[in-house]
């Protein structure tokens, strides 16, 4: 769980759903447009979110563990379909004609997991979605899925605005800054680059390098599309670099075998070099641990 | 509903009775005061008068001498209430307030082999006007009961209150017993030992006792009994159970749409019952809800007796304080207690519900015991989920740590969405020096078996065939997918390559600590996803799976690409675990298990038995 400030997002069921009141209104009257062309054309697909919004409680009351998975179940059961951007953001816009959950738990799977859902399908066409609730947003997992669903477009105004509000801190900042990791932009990485040198502690500085790792993953940048091929090795060495600082300057345990973890998913072929060079002047814990993170990384078994 | 046990009805004087153990050996008259407080401090089941090893350096605890005793906490006549007046199951403070020594009378002949026997020397020249005081350490007096037998009977002996041994009882000799009235919870409070002073005229003996601590099963120990969920109407349920129980019954899968008979060694927890118009333990999270342990003493003629323990989860799920905890863990007081079997709950009301998915026993698994660097664990190690960032329950914690016969091993799960060790890893008896493996799951072999399938040109071949996401209401919601969608998939390899990491950073302390060399690795291959920034499962996680019986190993069918007919990551699974020796049954949990981020391991539990010499009082700790 995130370790916010005082001011930070917090999870939060009381609310119904999702907030999209800065939504602009002819952007929701072509949401509304494009919703209903495509419920015509699939209107299975419509029945099966519909299906699911409607066991949302009951989903929630046998799940294991702190979320029932909605995200995932959402982008397994619409996968591939051309108009599952739309259904799965018409509860969103339209909670209105949904039975929905009455459970706290439940209400927080279920707006979080559409919105992750839909962010999955890279459609464009919801963007303007993922934009109101990061403006309107006040509740933690709905912003973090609202930062990654808008990360994975990566549109450049987007990838800038999401930078912004990671690096700077207020309520927004640790829930951004745990979806910008699905923002395989260079800016992006730098951002969190940025995050990574104010000191983070505890929970907070896992998160951030959780971001990282995922944002940095050699096995996701090997799929196609991932992130621009210009772009891909300054996204590692950014994150590599950040993750690396981390490592040296962390206050715990904890937070560095964290970083070591990211580091290990990041798989920079400049790690080595960087810790031989840290070794130099390192205090004996540090170069010992510099030494475990050097055999770590020689053993860690990765192809992208 | 009680009653005094009788002395007629002891099953051995010797126990009990001074002059009356082992042998002849009845102390002489001595014309000097006999001050003499004896337990069985040999570990030998009985009170011997005449062997000097029962009196020496019986003021000290360790792991050559020392008595112990047990705290009597089960319902050896199930005479503790479960409901209310309205059908449904007591309040969880009023459910775990009863059992065998809330009162201070001997509840059947059952419950007085659950006390541990003392016995004073009789002094048969003692003056008239003699008496002996018997007492208790300060901090032990709130948690032990002592009794004298008098007039046939053991009764309770109310020392605090000014009860002393008569004269005739100094010169006789006095039969007493003790119990524990509770387990150990926090040793700045009580560490469950025990200081007895027996004094005469100024002159005293001291005894030192311990109350058995709660120790966790591993999978070495033979199991004796399953456990799992049952539900009547629920196709999940049934195809669970129909393709265990026929694995169980030597028959192959199963068709998973038949349950077979229930197997002997099989108790089916009623998810439907009914308690006055609720369902509490409608949930099919068998693990999670419940842990057995077990404390024990030894016995004469080379035995121990054995209260198995039921641990409740310390899983807070409402804010009544006399009813906050997750409904199905009742069943720990209401269908598990009774003779020999204990219930005990310990938790914190301001924990951090964030973290509460930690409390669940998927995340307190059992280390199996082993020596490393000449330390030995003979009872293994706990083994649990928990930084100091993201911990369970700090004071059930504490009270496991109390126990102090196997240390804790502590990696961080705090990256899985339920946050459980047994996602991850398990552990099975193997022919080795060591005597047991470790399974690990392994995305980056998972990764590879996929991709080295795409290259050989089987990249449209599709894993979870047959399988829905969600199903209800006719609403078909294919899960299947290709090798090459999934190798494609951005998210699922981020989820993958992240968790990879994960596990290689669990390893890191799991092999420094257990001395597990790469060798003894099982890798169990299947890839992740990621919900709400935390990971899962994507195929249904194979190291989740029940170590049922010698050598068989109950996993969830991971439904993988088959290739000429063959599942791929089943056939890589039977292959390294009959390396070992151990076969693999598969079982379906698809619907009720794996869609909701369990698996079969989750799903069940069990109950095992003692390895062969097991005294956990030997162990060192």
Redesign the interface.
Known sequence: ?F?LAATSAR?DGDRAFASVSTLDPAAHARLESSIATARSREP?LF??VR??VA?ADD?DR????????????L?????GRTGAALALLEPVLDPQRFALPQSSSARI?LR??LV?AAG?TRDPAAAPVYRAILASGTEL?EL??AAEALGKLAIDADVATLARLATTPGPKQDAVV??L??CRRVAAARALAAVASQGKT??AA??LL?SL??MG????L?????APASEIAAIRDTTARAAFAMFVSAP?T?VR??A???L??IASPDAPAWIAAQKSGASPELAAALD?LAQ?LA?????P | MKKLFLLPLLPACALLTPGCSQGDDTPPPSPTPVVDLRADNNRNGTIDWNDPTEDANEDTWDATHGAIFLANIDDDQSACPKTSSGGELLDDVDLAQCNDAQDTVINGDADLLDLAPLGTAPWAAAPDGTTGTLTVDDASAPYVHLFIQRNGALTFFDWQNGDVLSTDEVRAGATLAIEGTDVVRDPSVWNGYVTLTFTIDGTSDVVKMREAPIVTRHHLAKEEQVFVQAYSDDPGSIAMRSTLYSDMAGNGEGDGTTVGPVPSNVTEINGDADFGGTTPYDD??TQ?FFEVGYMSMPIAGGQQHVIDVYLRSANIYYTNPKNPLRDAGKVVFAQFRGPDAAGVQQFDMSS?P????LN?F?NLETIPPYSLNGTNYPLGRLYRGS????HPDASFEKMMEAQDVQPPVYI?T???????VDETTSFVKVNSPRGWAMLVADP?MA??ML?DQSTAGNGSTVMFAGKN??D??D?E?P?Q?TIDQV?????V??A???A???I??EL?ILQPATGLTDSEIIHVPFLF??????L?AYQPGMVNGLYYAEGTFAAPDPHGPLINGVDIFKDATEKALSAVGVNVVWVEDWD?YH????EVH?GTNSKRGLLDGEQWWTSGY
């Open positions: 769980m370790l999870a299975q029945d099966t299906n699911i066991h989903l046998r799940k294991e563990g702190r979320f029932y998975p909605m995200g995932a179940l982008r397994g059961s619409t996968r799977a979080a997991g992750e999955a997992y973090r899925a745990a979806g990791g699905s505890g929970m896992k998160q959780r790792s995922a993953s050699a096995w996701a090997a799929t196609p599309n991932a715990d904890d075998n964290e070591a973890t990211a290990e998913v475990s770590r053993r860690a078994r990765r192809t | 099919q999270w999670d951090d964030n973290m509460d998915s669940s998927g930084i100091p960032s993201f961080d705090s990256w899985l969405v339920v946050g459980h980056a990764k590879q991709q996401w969600l209800d209401n609403v919601t899960a997918i190798l494609a998939d951005t998210d390899m981020s993958s390559d992240q990879a990491s994960a290689d950073s890191a996803e990621s919900t709400q920034g935390y899962d009720l869609r909701l981020t369990g989750c």
